[in-house]
């Protein structure tokens, strides 16, 4: 569960960076099939960069504010176990 810590933390401008630049980093985004997973790749690469640990639920629903989580996956289609956005 998150806490409003984690969201916070996650709000501010330092915490905001940080997330966008783990999901980067990470080049795992985190839709498709093996979305949880590419999730903990994202909360591996935040740690690396900010040392805060932050929990996954905190950084799904940062990950939802962003971005239309819905409209992602169904624009997702898997070639040779690689999620490729549809054009």
Same mark, same amino acid.
């Given at each position: 569960? &998150? @806490? ?6 996650? &709000? @501010? ?14 080049? &795992? ?20 960069? @900010?040392?805060? @640990? ?6 799904? $629903? $940062? ?25």
């Amino acid at each position: 569960m &998150a @806490t409003a810590a984690e969201l916070q933390y996650l &709000a @501010t401008v330092d915490g905001e960076s940080a997330f966008f630049r783990a999901l980067c980093e990470a080049q &795992a985004r985190p839709v498709g099939m093996h979305r949880h997973f590419r999730m903990l790749v994202v909360q591996r690469e935040l740690y690396n960069l @900010t040392e805060q @640990t932050v929990s996954i639920d905190a950084l799904w $629903k $940062k990950f939802s504010t962003c971005y239309d989580i819905e409209l992602l996956e169904g624009n997702v289609r898997v070639l040779g176990g690689i999620p490729i956005l549809r054009p």
